[in-house]
């Protein structure tokens, strides 16, 4: 469990590295949390229509059928299960984010705390 932890933090060290300097430089430069909210909800409400894209054209010609799947062996078939959970697990993520940002734009809490 622990190397997961490690593998994750030291995978993601980027991500780290330009949050914390949003923290710092955002407020420096009197950019409006709202701006960030946007283009993040602008960029994943594009991700989330190219997913949803790739996920109906593998599911009409059939690649995600249980039966299709299971024709192959060894490494493809693992694979394709890994699209497959995948593709899914991708959609649900990224629907989840564009409705947070969407939240944020809408309600801005940060505007009640903020003077």
Known sequence: ???VSL???F???PVWIVMIALAFILPWLGVALTTVAAVLL???AGFLAVLLFAR????AMG???KAYIDGFQGWKRYALLAAKILL???VIWELLVVLVCGGLLILQPWNAVLP
């Open 63 to 65: 690649k995600l059928d």
């Open 56 to 59: 109906h054209k593998w599911k």
């Open 11 to 13: 995978l993601l060290w």
């Open 1 to 3: 469990m622990a190397f």
């Open 7 to 9: 593998f994750f933090i």
């Open 42 to 44: 602008a960029a994943n």
């Open 88 to 90: 899914n697990a991708g």
